[in-house]
């Protein structure tokens, strides 16, 4: 038998097909629950001898008490609570215990290509960035996973570059070609970069060396990380090396989250980086550590202002017959680490401007997956079906698929257990107990084998065979070998079968020194040992070909049990549209119900809505009526106190005329002593007018009047009374010649005075109700009277005057020109200063004296002569 030779093809870049998504209808009926595992972790306190408030009481249950300094305990609440947890780690616990507690089997099963999620929670200051980062000499979680994933595939690791990340959470293969260049250009990179500083003095890293074996060799295995963090509910790239957002100079460009074929939410063109070792990784992890936002406050130096998410991403493809180059199916796992911001109070923090926003973005974060939290357990336990906020906040958006049963959930909480924290930490508790709660489905993912693609497959091969890539390890090395001994070209001199090559693989061959030439023991021992291997090849091609009639018959079967349900399929058809046509019948009458429901309903709105203006109607009324009856009750209390007012006001008149009364009394005795001494002989000079050198000497007799010509003295009373003429003095401004429009309203008191206005052709009336009693033509003139009472309390009639004049549009305007008065005043009266005082009445006797010595002369003299 002639051996076949063995000609590996180059691979065309070709994208492969994805693993299919696991659908959530196969995920009801091929999983379990399991709860979300919560683990605590107590941090050691700052001063050893500081009050504490948690205390561990066994590997899985805490306990809290209120300190004296808590809000509780002021509350009246002192009872100590217990709180039981999935495990306990207390504050002498280091990093290894927790890291293959919690984190070791989530790697087992990233490296099976299954998905998890593992989160820090807890307060600021309670030790999550530790937890998840740790120190150069006690790696945190993060470092140990990245040591254990390399020491797991480090020899089954494919070349660089032959997985390619597309930026919309797939991958593709590349050609051996195509990631040479690649691999090229990253060398030049690094050459044409210089080297970071800093880096020699961060001291030598202490690896973790545990190490998962229970793995397929037949593998090839790619690691890829992302890191990426959530700031004031935005996504920013920290691995993002030109992170200026081209539409927005001087700002960062952040990232969007997408949805992907398959349904899984991930960060849309995020820098995703391949790793080839796990200090490599660490450097990534640095990189981007260095450019995470953190800031000062009063409870923590260096607290995070952002939620971190470091993903890292394990992709394996199986080795195609050759065991040389992957197979074009993939298998993608995921393990998310995330380190979410501690919640804080202002009132403790006394954060203001920036760092105030950042809180309250952190708290909402905090609030919105505490909610998707419980409304997953009330649907749970419940059995309802109510929306579970994601989109509320970018964390629980993004990590909305492993809620939904795509992956593992667990959950570390970092607990400070100084007493100061007390109330931030029994919140925490409660969180993490509520947690425990909720069941998060678990879906087994089947082992994926696909067969290759057929032109690379030999002739009756149906299946890749185990040990692949060991016998690709064995005919290299046998060519290497070739090579050494003088043949320029192996693979086309010496061809080798594969199967050879996988038998070699399997058992060891014989020893293949040659003592001497003459020694034919090798020989024979040579053919006997390929015989062998001949026949065991001839019986598994047998067993093979057995095989593939039992296939055959098993797809026989299969092809009929199909036509049987597609039978089936038919039948249930059918039935369905049947259903279907009740199913429309039904939803007719539902429309037809909802439509005059809808009817009803406007009917419903518009009564409402009238009924609504009704009540306003009457609302307005009634403020109305109330308005009118708070107005009546104004005005009786202010016309009372008017009444009042008045009433003293006529008293306190009164008064003051009995006193004038009194004095003028007096005064009158001392005029009439005056005209008894004028009557008894004494003479008194009248002098004539200004100009006029003629004197005349009158006696005066009893019971003459002299008039005064001292305009101060006019409306004083004379010796024997006031002299009042009878004859009625016409108004000057009456014009008789034109007619007159007299406007006296109704309540125009009709006075007694001397002095009346006289108006020829006059025409009265009460109101001006049109235009048409200013138009006529015999009008040209127009008053109008008013009263009104002075400031002394009487009477003050004003005739305002003015011309009517024809407008250019056929009406009639009014210019009023001037305006006259007629007042009425008593002789009697007491006058008042200009600023309201009243004037003394011995000043007003002074006065009148005054003016008789100057009216009449040779007063002073007459008074001398007169006995």
């Known amino acids: 038998m002639k051996p076949s030779r063995l000609k590996i093809a180059p691979k065309v870049p070709t994208k492969p097909p994805m693993t299919p998504a696991r659908s959530k209808q196969t995920l009801m009926t091929s999983r379990d629950r399991d709860p979300v595992q919560v683990y605590c972790r107590i941090r050691p306190l700052d001063v050893p001898n500081e009050e504490s408030c948690v205390t561990v009481l066994s590997d899985t249950v805490v306990q809290v008490v209120p300190p004296e300094s808590s809000q509780g305990y002021r509350s009246g609440t002192t009872k100590a609570t217990q709180y039981t947890f999935t495990g306990v780690f207390d504050e002498k616990s280091t990093q290894k215990p927790i890291f293959h507690t919690v984190t070791l089997p989530l790697i087992e099963d990233l490296l099976h290509g299954k998905n998890s999620l593992l989160f820090a929670y807890g307060v600021t200051g309670s030790g999550k960035t530790h937890t998840m980062n740790g120190e150069l000499q006690d790696g945190g979680i993060i470092p140990r996973c990245l040591d254990v994933i390399f020491n797991s595939i480090g020899h089954f690791q494919a070349k660089k570059y032959i997985f390619k990340p597309d930026r919309m959470n797939s991958f593709e293969i590349q050609s051996e070609l195509d990631a040479l260049a690649e691999r090229q250009t990253e060398i030049t990179n690094k050459f044409k970069t210089p080297a970071r500083r800093g880096q020699e003095n961060e001291g030598q890293r202490v690896t973790d060396a545990t190490r998962i074996t229970a ?50 939410m991930y960060v849309h063109a995020v820098t995703e980086v391949e790793v080839k070792s796990a200090d490599e990784a660490a450097e990534v992890l640095a990189k981007g550590q260095k450019r995470r936002r953190v800031a000062h406050t009063t409870l923590n130096a260096e607290s995070s202002r952002s939620h971190s998410v470091f993903n890292i991403r394990v992709v394996q493809a199986p080795l195609d017959y050759q065991g040389a180059t992957p197979e074009k199916v993939l298998t993608v796992g995921q ?24 809180a ?26 109510k929306m579970v906020p994601y989109r509320d906040s970018k964390i629980t958006h993004l990590f909305k698929s492993y809620f939904d049963g795509e992956g593992k959930v667990r959950m570390i909480v970092c607990v400070n257990p100084r007493a100061d924290d007390y109330d931030e930490t029994l919140s925490v508790m409660r969180f993490a107990e509520m947690a425990q709660e909720v069941q998060i489905a678990r879906a087994v993912q089947p082992n994926v084998r696909m067969e290759a693609t057929p032109k690379a497959t030999p002739a009756g091969r149906e299946a890749l065979l185990p040990g692949r890539r060991k016998a690709n390890r064995v005919l290299t090395e046998a060519y290497r070998k070739l090579e050494q001994g003088g043949i320029s070209n192996p693979q086309s001199e010496v061809p080798f079968d594969i199967d050879m090559v996988f038998s070699a693989a399997r058992c060891s061959w014989p020893p293949l020194e040659l003592q001497s030439a003459s020694d034919d023991r090798l020989i024979t021992a040579l053919v006997e040992y390929l015989q062998v291997r001949i026949r065991e090849q001839q019986s ?21 049990e199909l036509i049987l349900k597609r039978q089936e399929v038919l039948s249930l058809n059918e039935q369905l549209k049947d259903e279907r046509s009740r199913r429309q019948t039904f939803e007719n009458r539902v429309l037809n119900a909802e439509s005059a429901n809808a009817t009803l309903q406007r009917h419903v709105a518009e009564h409402q809505k009238y009924a609504r203006l009704l009540e306003e109607e009457l609302k307005e009324k009634d403020c109305l009526l109330n308005q009118g009856e708070i107005e009546i009750l104004n005005v009786k209390a202010k016309e009372k106190t008017k009444r009042q007012l ?38 008194v000079k009248v002098p004539g007018t200004a100009g006029s050198s003629e004197s005349d000497t009158r006696t005066p007799s009893i019971g003459a009047t002299h008039r005064v010509s001292d305009p101060k003295l006019v409306g004083t009373p004379s010796l024997r009374g006031p002299a009042v003429s009878t004859r009625k003095r016409r108004s000057r401004s009456v014009d008789p010649g034109k007619g007159w429009l007299d406007h006296r309203p109704e309540n125009i008191l009709d006075l007694d005075t001397v002095f009346q206005p006289q108006m020829n052709r006059a025409k009265s009336i009460t109101k001006l109700v049109d235009s048409k009693s200013v138009t006529d033509a015999k009008i040209s003139k127009y008053v109008l009277t008013t009263q009104e009472q002075d400031s002394s309390g009487e009477i003050e009639t004003k005739l305002y005057k003015g011309d009517v004049l024809t407008t250019v549009g056929g009406g009639a305007q009014v210019v009023l020109q001037d305006v006259e008065i007629l007042r009425h005043s008593s002789p009697t009266a007491v006058k008042r200063h200009s600023d309201g005082r009243l004037k003394d009445v011995h000043s007003r ?7 008789c010595g100057h009216a009449i002369e040779g007063h002073n003299r007459v008074k001398k002569h007169c006995p």
Do not use: W
Request: hydrophobic residues 30%.
């Open 335 to 358: 393990l998310s680490l995330v380190d979410l911001a501690g919640s804080e109070r202002n009132s403790r923090t006394k954060t203001t401007g920036e760092r105030l926003r950042e």
């Open 540 to 560: 598994r091609r047998e067993q093979q070909m057995k095989k593939c009639v039992e296939m055959r018959t098993l797809v026989r079967e299969m092809e009929e």
């Open 646 to 683: 008045e009433r003293e006001k006529v008293k306190r008149e009164l008064d003051r005329y009995k006193q004038v009364e009194s004095q003028l009394q007096r005064q009158t005795e001392r005029f009439l002593v005056m005209r008894d001494l004028l009557d008894a002989g004494c003479s």
């Open 215 to 264: 793995l397929d060799e037949d593998q090839a295995f790619a690691v890829f990380v992302t890191f990426v963090e959530v700031y004031n509910n935005t996504v920013f790239d920290l691995l993002d090396d030109t992170p200026i957002d081209p539409l927005r100079p001087g700002k960062i460009q952040s990232k969007i989250l997408r949805e992907d074929q398959h349904h899984n």
């Open 360 to 385: 309250g973005s952190i708290n909402n974060t905090l609030m919105t997956l505490r909610s998707c939290m419980e409304i997953l357990r009330e649907n749970q336990l419940n059995g309802t079906n």
């Open 845 to 851: 006797v002074a006065d009148i004296e005054n003016r």
